[in-house]
């Protein structure tokens, strides 16, 4: 992997974490020790399914108990929310946390978000829209132009409030987490960064190159679920337990859209190395346990790819 590639962990707060034993304030722990051992940022994500603790809140506490860490979303369903509501809230972590702050957004997952969305009223078939709109509406409070109304293919509003100036002009980074070509055309010409997460690391090139052919500045990410064990056997049912209690599905399901990499130390590192080598320069890793105890362990054995930077 090159000196430039970033590293960052997503942080336990699903409901299958919560259930093991995880906590908040267990979270906010987290993020602490993942800046001591030199990771470059710390992510949260985002459902009403799977995870009961809000990851704006989250990353408020996170934002004043550490430093230098960059503070994630993986992926924020923006859509689900009132945008003007969560532009104030994202102001505030971004002032909190003096311009650390990088949001991935998505649009949710077909076959399992949609009941998320009937939850907050929100159509379905829009979300894409929806959440494009709302990207461009953020964008728009966030900058010094003046500009008081918003009119997009979805969202309409002829007066705007004035938030507090964002500590950048235009506010954070947006990324979009998705795959699909009409994703990636959307990342391409609406987004700063990528954060997808592909099983084959020739899909992930093939998918930047989509990318960096219409915008080279888009920042190329990537969410890697690992695990460390040097049995092949076990790893594999430890993976197959991780992926029924997070997702309530089989890792033959899971593994078709995700990329899953386990092994030794070095094994892991050259799995990782092979995205890196297709483009990849911020890895976000994502322990496959939902168990507390294992869950610090393999933070502390990631830590270990720092090295080879």
């Known amino acids: 992997m090159t000196g430039t590639t970033k590293f960052g962990i997503l942080l336990p707060i699903t409901r299958a974490h919560v259930d093991a034993g995880g906590t908040a304030r267990r979270a906010v722990a987290t993020a602490v020790e ?17 995870a009961p603790i809000d990851p704006l809140t989250l990353l408020g506490a996170i ?10 979303t993986a992926a924020l369903l923006a859509a689900l929310r009132d945008p003007i509501l ?12 003096v311009g650390r702050v990088t949001l991935a957004v998505g649009a949710g997952f077909a076959g399992r978000s949609e009941v998320e969305f009937e939850w907050a009223g929100v159509p379905w078939p829009a979300r894409k829209s929806r959440l494009d709109d709302i990207v461009a509406l953020w964008r728009l409070l966030w900058s010094a132009d003046g500009q008081k109304s918003f009119h997009g293919k979805v969202l309409h509003y ?21 795959f699909t070509p009409s994703g990636l055309e959307r990342t391409a010409r609406l987004y700063d960064g990528w954060l997808p997460y592909p099983p084959e690391p020739g899909d992930y090139a093939s998918g930047l190159a989509a990318i960096n052919a219409v915008n080279p500045a888009v920042t190329p990410g990537l969410f890697a679920t690992l695990l460390f064990d040097d049995d092949p056997g076990r790893a ?23 990329v899953f990499i386990t092994g030794s130390a070095d094994e892991v590192a050259a799995g990782l190395r092979r995205y890196a080598d297709a ?25 270990g790819l720092l090295v080879s930077r």
């Open 279 to 303: 483009g990849a320069r911020h890895i976000l890793i994502r322990p496959a346990t939902v168990d507390p105890e294992v869950f610090a362990e393999q933070v502390a054995l990631a830590a």
């Open 236 to 258: 594999r049912r430890r993976l197959q337990d991780y992926c029924l209690a997070n997702y309530g599905k089989p890792l033959e399901f899971v593994e078709k859209i995700q």
């Open 34 to 50: 993942a800046e001591r051992l030199g990771f470059d940022s710390v992510w949260v994500g985002d459902t009403l399914a799977r």
């Open 86 to 97: 969560t532009a104030s809230a994202i102001t505030t972590l971004d002032l909190l946390s």
């Open 63 to 72: 934002a004043t108990s550490t430093e230098r860490v960059t503070l994630g």
């Open 158 to 178: 002829d007066t705007l409030p004035e938030l507090p100036p964002s500590h950048r002009d235009g506010g954070p980074p947006i990324w979009f987490a998705g």
